[in-house]
């Protein structure tokens, strides 16, 4: 008779664990990548899995040298920050700007606060933000030059260049299907992985499939943008339709892959829609009164500040708890 | 047709076919049985019987130690050859515990007054099911006599019998409603007498057909109303059964009572019958005998005292068993000896190889929110374990540390294998203790 093992119940569990969801979330990354190669060539491919294995092996030497919880070694969620970081660059980027935008989210947006699942803020996007004010000419996109691009820039950059006047980005672009299906395919200007609306889809369809998502976050942020969008057009067409402004920038990428990390997001559904809605309203806001032509790691990122707050506010309803 | 539940809660795989089709067998009695004082919740029972005495089988061997408390019988006729400390699996220390050698086949000592239930009073009634020593044998092993007799203040309208079952693998319930209808009938009755209720339900997950296709059949002539209810881990907690029932939900910190109900679980049902009609105290039980590393998984009786052991090898234990449960995998608790012996709440012996069990590698809290999400109670476990970790066991109180059903359904769905539970027994027990120790 071998030694009866003595744990508590429950005594089973879900096959699921830390790696299992990191690597479900490189899954849902794919189809972005995919497109990510086909409209912009190989080198958007290399600077994807770079960024994945770069970030990876950043995170075990980091956790294997400093950390002392080393069971926390090869989670994957080194390479789900690399490569979100990747595809939040533009084309030009080179290679080491990447790397040190990783060593920005690792070592200085993840780490210190106590590693995996302590951070505040969303490693990516904070590596991201870095990099925008320290290599600002790589980040928005502008030096995108395809030979046949209509245009050098993103269309949001075209816009706020051209005082947020929307029909002459239309005029620009050939005709508003045009544009719309462009954006809609991933056939326009931008960073990496932001262009394709469809192929986000897929991969979040993907997510939401095998529950990695708090789905209140994508579809509260969305509708929100386009709702403040929609009050922004009916005052001043101009300002460009609610379709275009979810279509466009890095709203989906956003929405879909970075709000909704698990660890800088709320915690109740309420909370992820409190959350959702102030980075939804926060992007459009920026977008049209801010300096930078695109809002959307910003606004996440402040919600992120946030979310400590949320948490203490949107507490779930106890069962039988009566009202007062 | 829409199916009574509740929010939140979890579907572990149910593992019923193992045990489902195997009908209820008798399982001999041992040569040994070792009775527990603490075979209810509550005052450990007196022991009221000396060594070398002989004992028929009913024979009273330990009276109420309080007024929540049990008395306890002799489940052999034969003689008791000590009376030690025995480590007891709930208790987790040592209790009283009377061993009795059988000498002889079943020598019964009924119940003195029972009968036809019919001509008795509510008085006799409780009475008799007092004296039979019957506690709640769905786990929780609260004596039912008090359950029965809830002050008068306190009008209850409503009787639910717990055959939800959503333990995993356990299928006793389900047995005891396709076997024992009849008596499970009588014994409704007798409680109808007691409580008296305008209506009762039997509450029974929609993945028995069977039983409650049979229940409909027997019942079909009588006041008693038979409900499906969506299959849903945990189901068969009172509260969420009284929910999904009737729509009425038990405040925080309150008891059924406080809404008008009371639940008992199929298993005491039959008890209370065989106590009153037959006057037979509390000293045999059905359970299931099942998991992965059990050979022959099925369902039996056996009396109270049995060294898990004993039925075990009845059924065949494999080799490549891990742990041993008191119960199912999702409330069970793990034995640490395979003699300690079977409890009046003991429905279940499960037995499970290490690639069924979780594995409990703790990996930080990645925030993924499953564990607010499948909480039953709408308590966020994920933020008492924080509490509890930092000794702030006020403020866990404040967000439902005592509301904690201890059903495991965040454990069971946390991908960081991070052992809520555990850290919420514990904050319970010193908050406890530190409220004690304040007053």
Redesign the interface.
């Known amino acids: 008779?071998?030694k009866?093992?003595?744990?508590?119940?429950?005594?089973?569990?879900?096959k699921?664990?830390?790696r299992?969801?990191m690597i479900d979330v490189l899954i849902g990354l794919i189809p972005a990548v995919v497109v990510a190669t086909i409209v912009f060539g190989i080198k958007a491919l290399f600077l994807s899995i770079l960024g994945a294995i770069a970030g990876e092996i950043l995170d075990a030497l980091i956790v294997g040298t400093l950390a002392k919880?080393k069971?926390?070694l090869w989670?994957g969620?080194g390479a789900v920050t690399g490569l979100l970081l990747a595809l939040n660059v533009g084309l030009g980027t080179p290679w080491w700007v990447l790397v040190i935008g990783i060593i920005f989210a690792l070592a200085v947006a993840k780490h210190p606060f106590?590693?995996?699942?302590?951070n505040i803020f969303n490693p990516a996007l904070s590596g991201r933000a870095f990099l925008l004010v320290s290599f600002p000419m790589y980040m928005t996109g502008k030096v995108y030059l395809k030979p046949d691009a209509v245009t050098s820039a993103t269309p949001l950059t075209f816009l706020a260049d051209h005082g947020h006047n929307i029909s002459k980005l239309i005029e620009a672009w050939g005709g508003r299907g045009k544009l719309y299906l462009d954006l809609f395919l991933g056939n326009v200007g931008g960073t990496l992985g932001e262009t394709s609306t469809l192929a986000l889809l897929i991969g979040f369809t993907y997510l939401v499939i095998r529950k990695?998502i708090?789905i209140m976050i994508p579809v509260s942020y969305i509708s929100t943008t386009f709702l403040f969008a929609l009050i922004g057009w009916l005052i001043k067409p101009s300002l460009g339709d609610p379709l275009f402004h979810i279509l466009s920038g890095g709203l989906m990428l956003g929405a879909l892959f970075m709000a909704t990390d698990?660890?800088?997001?709320p915690?109740?559904?309420l909370g992820q829609m409190i959350f959702g809605i102030g980075a939804g309203s926060l992007t459009y806001i920026i977008r049209i009164f801010g300096s930078y032509p695109e809002g959307v790691s910003f606004s996440i990122l402040i919600m992120n500040g946030l979310v400590p707050l949320i948490d203490l506010y949107a507490?779930?309803?106890?069962?039988?708890?009566?009202n007062e | 047709m829409v199916l009574g539940t509740?929010?939140g809660g979890i579907h572990?795989?149910v593992k019923k076919e193992l045990a489902k089709d195997k009908p209820i067998e008798r399982l001999e009695i041992p040569d040994t049985v070792y009775v527990y004082m603490v075979n209810h919740a509550g005052a450990p029972a007196k022991v009221v019987v000396e060594k070398d005495q002989e004992v028929k089988t009913g024979q009273v061997i330990g009276e109420p130690g309080g007024f929540i408390s049990a008395f306890v019988h002799s489940p052999v006729t034969g003689r008791v050859m000590d009376i030690k400390k025995m480590y007891h699996p709930i208790a987790g220390r040592p209790v009283d515990t009377v061993v009795i050698q059988k000498t002889a086949e079943d020598d019964w000592e009924l119940l003195e007054g029972h009968g036809d239930y019919q001509n008795m009073d509510k008085k006799q009634l409780l009475d008799l099911i007092k004296r039979a020593g019957i506690v709640g044998m769905g786990g929780a092993m609260f004596p039912t006599h008090v359950k029965l007799n809830p002050p008068p203040e306190k009008k209850i309208d409503i009787l639910i019998i717990n055959g939800a079952e959503c333990e995993?693998y356990l299928t006793i319930d389900y047995r005891t409603m396709l076997e024992r209808a009849e008596d499970l009938l009588k014994g409704i009755k007798i409680m109808e007498k007691i409580l008296d209720v305008e209506k009762v339900y039997v509450g029974v997950e929609d993945n028995k057909p069977g039983a409650i296709k049979h229940l409909r059949e027997v019942f079909s002539s009588e006041n008693v109303q038979i409900v499906p209810l969506r299959t849903k881990y945990p189901q068969g907690s009172e509260?969420?059964l009284i929910?999904a029932i009737t729509g009425r939900?038990?405040?925080?910190g309150?008891l059924p009572m406080d809404v008008g109900v009371v639940v008992q679980n199929v298993g005491t049902v039959v008890a209370i019958k065989e106590a009153v009609v037959d006057g037979k105290p509390l000293v045999e039980r059905g359970l299931t005998v099942t998991g992965e590393a059990v050979e022959n998984p099925g369902n039996f009786i056996v009396r109270i005292g049995t060294p898990a052991k004993f039925v075990l090898d009845h059924v065949g234990l494999k080799?490549n068993?891990?742990?041993?449960?008191f119960?199912g995998?999702?409330?069970?608790?793990?034995?640490?000896?395979?003699n300690i012996p079977v409890m009046k709440g003991t429905s279940g012996i499960?037995a499970?190889p290490?690639e069924?069990?979780?594995t409990?590698?703790?990996?930080?809290?990645?925030?993924?929110?499953s564990c607010?999400?499948v909480?039953?109670?709408?308590?966020?476990p994920?933020?008492l374990v924080k509490l509890v970790q930092k000794k702030r066991h006020d403020d866990a109180a404040k967000?439902?540390l005592m509301?904690c059903i201890?059903c495991?359904s965040c454990?069971?769905?946390?991908?960081?294998?991070i052992?809520h539970?555990?850290y919420i027994?514990l904050g319970k027990t010193v908050y406890k203790a530190l409220r004690g120790a304040k007053k």
């Open positions: 008779m071998t009866l093992k003595v744990a508590n119940a429950p005594h089973i569990g879900t699921d664990n830390v299992v969801i919880d069971k926390q989670n969620s106590g590693g995996l699942g302590q990695r708090k698990m660890v800088t997001s915690m109740t559904p507490k779930p309803r106890i069962f039988g708890e009566v | 509740f929010k572990p795989p995993p509260k969420h929910y939900k038990v405040p925080r309150g080799d068993v891990e742990r041993v449960l119960g995998p999702m409330m069970g608790i793990a034995l640490r000896d395979i499960t499970l290490a069924i069990t979780r409990a590698v703790e990996m930080p809290c990645i925030r993924c929110a607010v999400s909480c039953p109670m709408g308590l966020q994920y933020l967000i439902g509301d201890e495991g454990a069971y769905s946390c991908p960081s294998k052992d539970v555990r027994k």
